[in-house]
């Protein structure tokens, strides 16, 4: 081949991407490379990286396989290539492509909870019979063969109507079974009624990924906040609870952080370790915010995005020095919905047959739903409010200027969009604390992994890499 020819890959002009990210690991001399637009990750020598640093800056120069790697992580891309627009059009096109149903279903809206910062009212009411079979024939009618159901359990308190929920969950299993279709479920219960009885129950099911359950603290801090309707404390059933469920499923426990409990964390963590939980029960952060007028006045407790992502960042590393596995992984992007509001077979039903879009609409009365489901499975659309079925079959995740320019927008899309919806969009979206902490992020979860990569008597971890 003459100097300077090129074919293939090596043949375009390329540039660095603005989505690469890089940052020095937690091992001496070892730099990640990471990026937010493809995923594409690698653990590399600090001397390698000062060489890929200049391919990056003058990929003509490089030899035609590193750049050849480079281009097909992402790394390098086509001089000129708009990949925020390649980006937006990974996820409609992806949305577009998108099969099969991903319904929340609450059993009931009423709770035996009273928590203080809960964004539900909680009306006492169960799905009847009627409602289960209309449920079920909105299933069959529009579950196509082959197409997979997902199913998250919600509430309320979901386990509080564990009969209607047990009926519906046979009888998708059976329909699902007739139509070669895959069904998988998830719970998300505050855990203090999932007793022997409930836990074998869903240990057995096929399909069953596990549950979120919450613990926000000690005994005195959770049960300052998660309380009974009775104002009963709550903590002491739910540990005997999680201990019942012996690695039997997997939980996910979250523990919502805020001013009043953030620094009471170490001593939860230190429990779970006591308790023998650690190897089944995976703790991750959810951050207390004022998502609806029910939260109550949260203004003095929430901590900020930037607070937020801090504190999880401290409390992520201090879970992985004590030998405790959080639910943390390498961010993702995927194409496609960003949750069951804009997912074209997405739905949100409650009792009284009542649809929404969004999770934080479950227990709203019938007139804000946008929809209603009639005896045979078709859908009663309410007039008034069928506006937001629209508003969310049309939704534009890309919209904030503010994300125009941020290097996490392919991870974050513009974040929850039930809340990024209430936003000007002349600012960000709701914003990730990754657009905060994404190195940290990055370093712990090749911490996590390289000591899991830890070769047995040598008591030296293994750094890996994956592009």
Same mark, same amino acid.
């Given at each position: 081949?003459?100097? !300077?020819?090129?074919?293939?890959?090596?043949?375009?002009?390329?540039?660095?991407?603005?989505?690469?990210?890089?940052?020095?690991?937690?091992?001496?001399?070892?730099?990640?490379?990471? =990026?937010?637009?493809?995923?594409?990750?690698?653990?590399?020598?600090?001397?390698?990286?000062?060489?890929?640093?200049?391919?990056?800056?003058?990929?003509?120069?490089?030899?035609? $396989?590193?750049?050849?790697?480079?281009?097909?992580?992402?790394?390098? *891309?086509?001089?000129?290539?708009?990949?925020?627009?390649?980006?937006?059009? +990974?996820?409609?096109? &992806?949305?577009? +492509?998108?099969?099969?149903?991903?319904?929340?279903?609450?059993?009931?809206?009423?709770?035996?909870?009273?928590? /203080?910062?809960?964004?539900?009212?909680?009306?006492?009411?169960?799905?009847?019979?009627?409602?289960?079979?209309?449920?079920?024939?909105?299933?069959?009618?529009?579950?196509?063969?082959?197409?997979?159901?997902?199913?998250?359990?919600? &509430?309320?308190?979901?386990? $509080?109507?564990?009969?209607?929920?047990?009926?519906?969950? /046979?009888?998708?299993?059976?329909?699902?079974?007739?139509?070669? /279709?895959?069904?998988?479920?998830?719970?998300?219960?505050? &855990?203090?009624?999932?007793?022997?009885?409930?836990?074998?129950?869903?240990?057995? @099911?096929?399909?069953?990924?596990? $549950?979120?359950? #919450?613990?926000? !603290?000690?005994?005195?801090?959770?049960?300052?906040?998660?309380?009974?309707? +009775?104002?009963?404390?709550?903590?002491?059933?739910?540990?005997?609870?999680?201990?019942?469920?012996?690695?039997?499923?997997?939980?996910?426990?979250?523990?919502?952080?805020?001013?009043?409990?953030?620094?009471?964390?170490? %001593?939860?963590?230190?429990?779970?370790?006591?308790? =023998?939980?650690?190897?089944?029960?995976?703790?991750?952060?959810?951050?207390?915010?004022?998502?609806?007028?029910?939260?109550?006045?949260?203004?003095?407790?929430?901590?900020?995005?930037?607070?937020?992502?801090?504190?999880?960042?401290?409390?992520?590393?201090?879970?992985?020095?004590?030998?405790?596995?959080?639910?943390?992984?390498?961010?993702?992007?995927?194409?496609?919905?960003?949750?069951?509001?804009?997912?074209?077979?997405?739905?949100?039903?409650?009792?009284?047959?009542?649809?929404?879009?969004?999770?934080?609409?479950?227990?709203?009365? %019938?007139?804000?739903?946008?929809?209603?489901?009639?005896?045979? &499975?078709?859908?009663?659309?309410?007039?008034?409010?069928?506006?937001?079925?629209?508003?969310?079959?049309?939704?534009?995740?890309?919209?904030?200027?503010?994300?125009?320019?941020?290097?996490?927008?392919?991870?974050?899309?513009?974040?929850?969009?039930?809340?990024?919806?209430?936003?000007?969009?002349?600012?960000?979206?709701?914003?990730?604390?990754?657009?905060? =902490?994404?190195?940290?992020?990055?370093?712990?979860?090749?911490? @996590?992994?390289?000591?899991?990569?830890?070769?047995?008597? #040598?008591?030296?971890?293994?750094?890996?890499?994956? *592009?």
């Amino acid at each position: 081949m003459p100097d !300077g020819a090129r074919t293939g890959t090596e043949a375009r002009q390329l540039a660095a991407s603005q989505f690469n990210v890089f940052v020095p690991s937690a091992f001496d001399d070892i730099v990640l490379m990471y =990026n937010t637009a493809t995923g594409a990750f690698a653990a590399v020598e600090a001397d390698e990286f000062e060489d890929i640093a200049v391919l990056l800056e003058h990929p003509d120069r490089g030899d035609p $396989a590193d750049v050849n790697r480079l281009a097909e992580s992402g790394f390098l *891309v086509p001089a000129g290539h708009d990949e925020r627009a390649a980006v937006r059009d +990974a996820y409609f096109s &992806g949305r577009d +492509a998108e099969t099969g149903l991903n319904l929340t279903i609450a059993p009931t809206v009423s709770c035996n909870f009273a928590c /203080s910062y809960c964004f539900e009212e909680h009306p006492k009411r169960h799905l009847s019979d009627e409602d289960s079979a209309a449920l079920l024939a909105y299933v069959a009618d529009r579950l196509e063969p082959g197409a997979a159901l997902s199913v998250t359990w919600f &509430g309320g308190e979901p386990l $509080a109507a564990f009969k209607q929920l047990r009926a519906l969950d /046979s009888e998708l299993q059976r329909l699902c079974d007739k139509k070669g /279709s895959d069904f998988t479920q998830f719970i998300i219960t505050n &855990g203090s009624l999932l007793n022997e009885e409930k836990i074998a129950y869903f240990a057995t @099911r096929p399909g069953f990924t596990g $549950a979120q359950i #919450t613990l926000d !603290g000690p005994a005195d801090i959770h049960n300052g906040r998660r309380f009974t309707s +009775a104002g009963k404390p709550t903590f002491a059933k739910i540990l005997e609870n999680l201990k019942r469920i012996d690695g039997r499923f997997t939980v996910s426990l979250r523990i919502n952080l805020d001013r009043e409990n953030v620094n009471r964390i170490p %001593e939860l963590i230190d429990l779970i370790i006591h308790e =023998n939980l650690a190897g089944f029960v995976h703790p991750y952060f959810g951050h207390v915010v004022d998502y609806t007028a029910e939260c109550g006045d949260l203004e003095t407790t929430m901590l900020s995005r930037e607070e937020f992502a801090t504190a999880e960042v401290r409390l992520l590393t201090l879970m992985i020095r004590k030998g405790v596995r959080p639910t943390l992984g390498l961010p993702r992007p995927h194409a496609g919905s960003l949750c069951v509001a804009d997912a074209p077979g997405g739905a949100v039903i409650s009792p009284g047959g009542l649809v929404f879009r969004c999770w934080n609409e479950t227990a709203l009365p %019938e007139g804000e739903a946008y929809a209603r489901l009639n005896a045979d &499975g078709s859908v009663a659309t309410n007039a008034v409010r069928e506006d937001r079925d629209r508003f969310w079959k049309s939704y534009d995740p890309f919209t904030h200027a503010e994300c125009q320019t941020c290097e996490v927008q392919p991870l974050c899309k513009g974040g929850c969009p039930w809340e990024a919806d209430k936003r000007p969009v002349d600012g960000p979206g709701h914003c990730t604390p990754l657009r905060y =902490n994404l190195p940290d992020i990055l370093r712990l979860a090749h911490l @996590r992994d390289s000591i899991d990569a830890i070769e047995p008597g #040598t008591g030296s971890a293994t750094p890996r890499q994956v *592009v």
